[in-house]
């Protein structure tokens, strides 16, 4: 033990100098860096290979990038102008492929009993207007006569309503424009006397001023009255302008209205292509809808594909569950109405239920749209049948938005009300009545990529797109 204690540990320096010599070992795990060829062994390892360090990119738009986005906004430009321009075009397809979608539906049961799709879908559009054709022509007579009435009748029911309001003092008559008595202005029983001068007492004139009469007031005599009696009380309150009517009034505005709302029926070589164009699109749709599919996958990429495949098809039953709902509904609401005016005996009973009818196809605004003609005809008779009309209405309207329509919405999608007031409303000001047709089933199927592609996909929340039924595989 003394003799190691007392031995010299110190490292001689060749010994040193051949660790040092040594290269640094590799941390576990590493692979060494290779030799070149030729070099003795024992040598250093060359230090690893510097990559040149990469250019950083400059923070901005290169040229190329400004390029395409000029030319996307520019493209997106013009296709909305294009869109804009042609909307009475685009609407009628957009019905046309409506109908189109229901049509398949029928083709799909037809194709079972081995009838060809393209000979399915004239069958069943043939069909659907042979069966308009019938009824028309079974209620032709019907309406022809009915239509007389109504022609005849409103004016009187307009009148009605006139003086009936001008006999009630209060609101109508101040937004209605009823006429109220007014005084004589100018001298007569009726002339209001200044508080300032007492009756019977001169008033005092200036002094040294000389007394001049006050000019005597013409009063027309009875010849100088116009036909059909004296001065109108209402004509003072327009400065001497003979007053307008309630009839006169709403006559100047259903003209506007028609003419901003239905600029298209100026045409009828207009209407008559229009309907043929929807008839032709919901047959070839309704015949081929895979050819019409897998033409719009071609315009995504492939990675995308699948999941718009399931947004398309998604619409695809929103709408088609969408026009059968209001079809059945249009039916339903227009026996019922039609029914319920003839218990009620109102004039032209048949003609106002096809008018419920066919105005049905307009969510929230058609049914109002229909209870105003009707109203106005229970005041041909009295307003307690207006009354009376006004709440079987009312009734209708309540059985049809809770017990009919989310019973044949299973499995569709449910509109917010108020979301259907405003899409309707903004579609009627910017393209008239076509907007207001197409305004419900277009806020449907612009929900749906909404809610499947960014609320879920985007967001990441959980959302129904469609209300809980059965598929159209299962119905």
Request: aromatic residues 6%.
């Amino acid at each position: 033990m003394p003799a190691l204690c007392g031995m010299d540990t110190s490292i001689p320096s060749s010994a040193s100098a051949s660790v040092a010599a040594q290269p640094h070992a590799e941390p576990h795990g590493a692979t060494p860096h290779a030799l070149p060829s030729g070099t003795p062994p024992g040598a250093a390892a060359p230090p690893p290979p510097t990559h040149a360090e990469r250019r950083r990119r400059g923070v901005g738009w290169r040229s190329k990038d400004v390029v395409r986005t000029a030319a996307l906004v520019i493209g997106l430009y013009l296709l909305l102008r294009l869109l804009w321009f042609a909307n009475e075009l685009v609407f009628v397809v957009f019905l046309g492929t409506l109908f189109g979608l229901a049509v398949a539906r029928a083709v799909d049961y037809l194709e079972r009993w081995r009838i060809r799709r393209g000979i399915g879908a004239a069958l069943v559009v043939l069909s659907f207007l042979g069966a308009l054709v019938g009824i028309g022509a079974w209620v032709a007579p019907t309406l022809r006569a009915q239509g007389a009435v109504l022609r005849e009748q409103l004016p009187r029911a307009v009148d009605r309503i006139e003086s009936w309001i001008n006999q009630r003092s209060g609101l109508f008559s101040l937004f209605l424009g009823g006429t109220e008595t007014v005084p004589p202005q100018n001298g007569g029983a009726g002339t209001p006397q200044s508080p300032s001068t007492p009756t019977g007492t001169a008033r005092p004139s200036t002094q040294g001023a000389p007394q001049t009469p006050a000019p005597a007031t013409a009063t027309p005599s009875a010849a100088d009255q116009p036909k059909g009696g004296g001065v109108d009380s209402a004509d003072l309150l327009t400065g001497g302008a003979p007053a307008t009517t309630l009839k006169e009034r709403l006559s100047q505005q259903l003209t506007g209205a028609s003419r901003y709302l239905f600029p298209f029926l100026s045409s009828t070589l207009a209407v008559a292509a229009g309907l043929v164009l929807v008839l032709f699109l919901a047959i070839y749709t309704g015949a081929e809808p895979k050819l019409y599919h897998d033409g719009l996958m071609h315009l995504f990429p492939k990675r995308a594909r699948p999941r718009a495949g399931q947004v398309l098809s998604e619409m695809a039953i929103v709408l088609r569950k969408w026009l059968v709902t209001q079809l059945i509904a249009m039916l339903v609401i227009g026996a019922v109405t039609t029914t319920v005016l003839l218990l009620l005996g109102v004039k032209a009973a048949v003609a106002l239920g096809l008018i419920a009818g066919l105005l049905e196809f307009v969510p929230t605004v058609g049914p109002i749209m229909s209870a105003v003609p009707a109203i106005a005809m229970g005041f041909v008779d009295s307003p307690e049948k207006a009354l009376y009309v006004l709440i079987a209405y009312v009734g209708i309207q309540f059985l049809e938005n809770h017990l009919l329509i989310p019973l044949l919405m299973r499995g569709g999608l449910d509109l917010p009300p108020a979301l259907t007031i405003v899409a309707q409303a903004l579609m009627t000001l910017l393209f008239g009545f076509l907007g207001l047709m197409v305004a419900v089933p277009l806020t449907a199927a612009v929900m749906v990529p909404v809610k499947m592609l960014y609320v879920e996909d985007t967001l990441g929340d959980d959302v129904t797109v469609r209300d809980a039924g059965l598929d159209d595989e299962e119905e």
